[in-house]
């Protein structure tokens, strides 16, 4: 797995009308054993933190957590 979206699925344009995000609001511990993920989309979730395995994401190139 080298690309995981979890985030918005409307364009920038109908995000400034509501939020749309998969309301996640935490990440499994073992989320640092997808270590050929390369591109992370998390935006507009309800995150708080990130688990301490997220670390160990040693290809993430891109994450996107906005709003």
């Known amino acids: 797995l080298?690309?995981?979206?979890?985030?918005?699925?409307?364009?920038?344009?109908?995000?400034t009308?509501?939020?749309n995000g998969n309301q996640l609001a935490e990440?499994?511990?073992?989320?640092g054993q997808l270590?050929?993920?390369t591109e992370l989309l998390l935006d507009e979730n309800q995150l708080r933190e990130l688990p301490a395995s997220f670390g160990d994401l040693v290809s993430l190139q891109w994450f996107d957590i906005g709003q």
């Open 35 to 37: 270590s050929c993920l």
């Open 17 to 19: 009308s509501y939020q």
């Open 27 to 31: 990440l499994p511990s073992t989320f």
């Open 2 to 15: 080298e690309f995981l979206d979890l985030g918005s699925v409307q364009d920038d344009i109908d995000r």
